[in-house]
């Protein structure tokens, strides 16, 4: 994670020093350059030299990611990013997701339709065939997934939700409602989350979730949203609880029905309807913040206690 006490003065001095004493071999950029004053420089570099003018030492490499929040970072302190084989006299902004979030976060609703059907024409144009409020067979009682690895703790995270408020009786469908977004091709299923579904209910259910779900978004950041935004629907008594449900039922039937990871969106985390799905660098930085999301990889490991011969067996992409 990068420091938040790294200012746009610590990045303007750390170019400097790169302008002085050059790029070291090794930290060259490999798909973003830092456009300022039509020259180009690593982003990465430069931040992990700002920290050292800041706080004393090089930031490692390992401890902050590339990509999505070294150049949010950096567009966030004013700077411009540029993929690397761009005109950096035509700078082409990477996140629009941060850029345009802190511009309009006063003046434009999450709601907005827009939003959302601009969402689904980057999934055509990235994926193809994209088949939006999709419904799925899928029973809603935790007695319907007695077959699965994971009816257990469904069967918890259904108690513990039932408990929560006091609200037993929650569930009132026999099926589980539509989802957002289906991609057959790979199988894929994508959430849009609006403010609504960060609930204290919702947190309760994540906090349970196990290490071996795997899932494509952030789960501390849907945690810590959940905290941020406390959102409350009492209409009916037992929303919150029902919502909860429903999402936590989504994010484990890709294990269910032999699917992708589920993917979530959050509403707020770019000004969606400003992308354009004609726009080839746009479609890029859509495609870009589909790919950077946390998930977590099933590994194998068989184990012979005399063995010749070592083997590691990693099952899936």
Not at 25 to 48: D, M, Q
Not at 102 to 120: F, I, L, M, Y
Not at 247 to 265: E, G, W
């Amino acid at each position: 994670m990068i420091p938040k006490n790294i200012t746009k003065d610590n990045i303007l001095n750390a170019i400097k020093m790169i302008d002085k004493d050059g790029i070291p071999l090794g930290h060259e950029s490999k798909k973003f350059n830092l456009v300022h004053e039509v020259k180009i420089y690593p982003p990465k570099y430069v931040v992990a030299l700002a920290n050292k003018i800041s706080n004393g030492e090089m930031l490692e490499s390992s401890k902050f990611g590339g990509g999505l929040e070294t150049n949010g970072f950096l567009e966030r302190l004013g700077f411009t990013i540029t993929c690397k084989n761009a005109d950096p006299k035509k700078p082409i902004k990477y996140t629009v997701i941060i850029a345009t979030q802190a511009n309009h976060q006063k003046s434009h609703d999450e709601r907005c339709p827009n939003g959302k059907q601009t969402v689904e024409k980057m999934l055509i144009k990235i994926y193809g065939t994209v088949m939006p409020n999709h419904k799925f067979e899928s029973g809603v009682h935790p007695k319907d997934f007695i077959k699965s690895d994971y009816h257990q703790t469904l069967k918890d995270i259904f108690t513990s939700l039932q408990g929560y408020r006091g609200h037993d009786n929650f569930v009132r469908t026999l099926e589980l409602p539509k989802i957002d977004f289906y991609i057959p091709n790979p199988g894929l299923i994508i959430e849009f989350d609006e403010s609504q579904h960060f609930t204290s209910c919702r947190k309760e259910a994540l906090l349970q979730y196990p290490d071996s779900l795997r899932i494509g978004f952030d789960l501390n950041k849907w945690i810590d949203l959940c905290n941020k935004i406390s959102s409350k629907d009492n209409n009916p008594p037992f929303r919150d609880e029902q919502q909860a449900w429903y999402d936590t039922l989504r994010d484990f039937l890709p294990t269910i029905k032999q699917l992708q990871p589920t993917i979530r969106l959050y509403s707020k985390d770019c000004h969606w309807c400003s992308l354009n799905p004609e726009n080839e660098s746009d479609v890029h930085k859509f495609s870009m913040y589909l790919n950077d999301r946390k998930s977590s990889t099933e590994i194998e490991i068989i184990e012979d206690p005399h063995p010749t011969l070592a083997r590691i067996v990693i099952a899936g992409n």
